[in-house]
C-alpha cells in the first residue's frame, strides 16, 4: 500500500461520527488505507479527558473489525504533544501519498499550524464538515452530515452517538469522572 489517508484527533471520546469519517475516507479516491493517530495530547488544548492508552484502546476495539484501518499509537508512545508534520513525517518512510484529514473548524487556522508551509507540501487536506462551516472550494472534502462531537458527548452523554462495541464503558467513564 502506498497511499493512506491520515486521520488523526483526540478522540476524547470516539464516536459514530469518527467511524463515519473512516468508512467515507476508505470510499475516497484512491485511498488504500486509514491510520487512525490519537494524540497523547491535541497541540491546541491544555488536557485530556479520558487517558490516552483507554482513548487507544476504545479505538482498536471499535476499528477492530475493519480491513484497511490501522490504529497507530505514534503520538501516544512518545508521552507528548506532537505536531501534525512530525506524525506525517513519521509515516512517510512507510508511503508515499498522505491525504490528511481536518475538520472544517480547522481550515480558518490552518496557516498557524506548525510548520504548516512544510506540512501543505506533503500532504493533501481532505477536509470534514463540521457546524455548517463553509469549506473553501481548493480543498477536497468529504460528504457527511455528522450531528454529533467529542465536546457535545462530554457534556451530554448520549450512548447512541458511542458505538455498540464499547458504548457502555466509554459512557461510564465520562460519567463517572465528570468530564466536560
Not at 18 to 45: C, G, Q, S
Not at 94 to 117: F, P, S
Amino acid at each position: 500500500m502506498e497511499t493512506i489517508a491520515l486521520f488523526g484527533g483526540s478522540f476524547d471520546p470516539p464516536h459514530i461520527g469518527h467511524e463515519a469519517i473512516v468508512r467515507a475516507l476508505l470510499n475516497f479516491n484512491d485511498v488504500e488505507k486509514v491510520v487512525i493517530m490519537p494524540t497523547f495530547l491535541n497541540p491546541f488544548k491544555s488536557k485530556s479527558y479520558a487517558p490516552a492508552k483507554l482513548r487507544l484502546k476504545w479505538l482498536k476495539e471499535i476499528f477492530s473489525d475493519y480491513e484497511n484501518v490501522e490504529i497507530d499509537s505514534y503520538e501516544i508512545d512518545l508521552k507528548k504533544k506532537v505536531p501534525s508534520i512530525q506524525s506525517v513525517q513519521h509515516l512517510l518512510k512507510n508511503y508515499k501519498k498522505i491525504y490528511l484529514l481536518i475538520g472544517a473548524d480547522n481550515v480558518k487556522t490552518l496557516d498557524t499550524w506548525h510548520k504548516y508551509a512544510e506540512l501543505k507540501e506533503l500532504v493533501t487536506f481532505i477536509v470534514a464538515p463540521r457546524d455548517d462551516i463553509k469549506i473553501p472550494s481548493d480543498f477536497l472534502k468529504i460528504d457527511l452530515n455528522i450531528d454529533t462531537s467529542s465536546t457535545k458527548l462530554r457534556e451530554c452523554m448520549d450512548i447512541s452517538k458511542l458505538q455498540q462495541k464499547c458504548a457502555i464503558e466509554i459512557s461510564n467513564f465520562y460519567k463517572e469522572n465528570n468530564a466536560k
